[in-house]
């Protein structure tokens, strides 16, 4: 596999003619026929491979190297192998965004993965599945499975590491709860070993974790300045940039019974008028809980003491309990 593609690379580095290109079909095409003719099933399946290869990564006929890979599964035999040709038909089908096709694909992945494929196609599976979730904004569960690859990552075909790292990193932020960030992506070795090479990525995750809102506002201006550009975010930017202010909103209010507006503002260098509409707006739909005081412009917390909370729901079932044992004694008095 590793020979075939440094082979593929080589000669999609080449630029080819309509006519090599058809000539070099016709030769697949020969193969194929040979194989058919003389050779058994792994060689047919084989040149059928190499054929639906060259159409995906240098003539560019993506269709047909589709239909080609599909009919290249039918012939094989073995989970790692069917995987093996599902990956290349789901760069394409991730490339077009294809969210139907994908979701399909990763399903028959799993099924593969069930029936015994191999711990590398295993690993990689978690990448592919990633990228579908990062697609349909389903950003906790590309984190997890982002994260769980991070160490193993062998996914180079379909994306280099440090963009992995960077989906890594901003999926996590915005979905994940501080302690798991802090383990697996501010003390992670593997990431902080690529982490400055995306712009203000580390100003981003670290500003964050130790609560220095101004650098974190900062850092992320530029951040989603990418994700607005980036070809699996950008359909869900604005989601993204309201959801990552909400849980930083949310982390610094926890620490407060009562804050100032004013004092709030500061700390994320924004102002007072621009911070007061987007609190409003998210204890209108429920998403803080707390009310602001607009004659002293005070923001007062109102999330529950979790230890009153918790004793009130023991009392709760402490009553339950003792009305169903008094319904019992009653039972069996009669």
Not at 111 to 133: F, I, M, Q, S, T
Not at 138 to 159: I, N, P, Y
Not at 215 to 221: E, N, R, W
Request: proline share 1%; hydrophobic share 40%; charged share 35%.
């Amino acid at each position: 596999n590793q020979i075939i593609m440094e082979e593929t690379k080589k000669q999609s580095k080449k630029k080819w003619t309509i006519k090599e290109i058809e000539k070099e079909i016709k030769k697949h095409d020969d193969n194929i026929k040979e194989a058919i003719e003389i050779k058994g099933d792994v060689d047919v399946r084989d040149a059928m491979f190499d054929k639906a290869v060259f159409l995906k990564d240098v003539a560019k006929y993506e269709e047909e190297a589709e239909k080609m890979f599909r009919e290249t599964i039918e012939k094989s035999g073995g989970p790692s192998k069917k995987m093996e040709i599902l990956f290349h038909i789901l760069q394409m089908t991730i490339h077009e965004l294809d969210v139907p096709k994908i979701k399909k694909d990763i399903e028959a992945c799993r099924k593969h993965v069930e029936d015994g494929a191999d711990w590398e196609k295993k690993n990689k599976l978690k990448v592919y599945e990633g990228v579908y979730c990062m697609i349909i904004r389903d950003f906790k569960k590309a984190a997890e499975l982002f994260l769980d690859s991070v160490a193993t990552f062998t996914c180079s075909e379909l994306l280099e590491y440090k963009d992995f790292v960077f989906y890594t990193v901003v999926t996590a932020m915005v979905s994940l709860d501080r302690k798991t960030i802090k383990k697996n992506v501010i003390n992670s070795p593997d990431i902080l070993a690529v982490i400055r090479d995306v712009d203000h990525l580390k100003k981003f995750s670290d500003s964050f974790y130790s609560f220095d809102y101004k650098s974190f506002f900062q850092a992320f201006i530029e951040i989603s300045e990418k994700i607005k550009n980036d070809k699996f975010l950008s359909n869900h930017s604005s989601y993204f940039v309201k959801e990552m202010r909400l849980v930083s909103y949310k982390q610094f209010l926890a620490s407060y019974k009562s804050v100032t507006i004013e004092n709030m503002a500061e700390n994320f260098g924004v102002g007072a008028e621009f911070l007061d509409k987007e609190l409003a707006h998210f204890i209108s739909i429920g998403k803080i809980k707390c009310k602001i005081d607009k004659v002293s412009g005070v923001i007062e917390s109102n999330i529950p003491d979790k230890t009153i909370e918790q004793y009130n729901l023991m009392l709760k079932k402490g009553d339950f309990l003792l009305d169903r044992i008094q319904k019992l004694g009653r039972a069996l008095d009669i």
